[in-house]
C-alpha cells in the first residue's frame, strides 16, 4: 500500500529556513513532488523530481530559495526552504506519481500525481 509521510513542518521567523521531508513506501514512483496550500487559497505547485535521474522542476515563486532532493536509499524526499517569507505559509503536501513523461514538468499538475500525503503546516512569521 502506498504511503506518504511528511515531517519538518513547524514556526520560523521570516528570512529562516526550514528542511520538509517526505518518506515514501509501499510501491515505486517515478517522480515525486511538493505542493502547498496558504489559508483561503487553492493548493498549489512547489517543486517535483524524478526519482532516477533526478530532473527537478520549480515555481518561480520559490526559485532559487527552495531545493527539493531525494535520497534513494532511504526513500525520503526533501524540501530545503530558504529565506522563507510570510507567503510561504501554508500546509506542504508530498505527493508521488507513477508515470513516466518525457519531461519533468508534467508534475507540475496536481491531477498528475496518484498518491498524496497528510500535509505538514508551515508557518512564516514576518
Known amino acids: 500500500q502506498a504511503q506518504l509521510v511528511e515531517s519538518g513542518g513547524g514556526l520560523v521567523q521570516a528570512g529562516g529556513s526550514l528542511r520538509l521531508s517526505c518518506a515514501a513506501s509501499?510501491?515505486?514512483?517515478?517522480?515525486m513532488g511538493w505542493f502547498r496550500q496558504a489559508p483561503g487559497k487553492e493548493r498549489e505547485f512547489v517543486a517535483t523530481?524524478?526519482?532516477?535521474?533526478?530532473?527537478?522542476y520549480y515555481a518561480d515563486s520559490v526559485k532559487g530559495r527552495f531545493t527539493i532532493s531525494r535520497d534513494n536509499g532511504a526513500n525520503t524526499m526533501y524540501l530545503q526552504m530558504h529565506t522563507l517569507k510570510a507567503e510561504d505559509t501554508a500546509i506542504y503536501f508530498c505527493?508521488?506519481?507513477?508515470?513516466?513523461?518525457?519531461?519533468?514538468?508534467?508534475?507540475?499538475?496536481?491531477?498528475?500525481?496518484?498518491?498524496w500525503g497528510q500535509g505538514t503546516q508551515v508557518t512564516v512569521a514576518s
Open positions: 505527493a508521488a506519481g507513477a508515470r513516466s513523461p518525457i519531461s519533468i514538468s508534467y508534475y507540475k499538475a496536481e491531477s498528475r500525481y496518484a498518491y
Open positions: 509501499g510501491r515505486t514512483y517515478y517522480a
Open positions: 523530481i524524478s526519482w532516477g535521474v533526478g530532473h527537478t
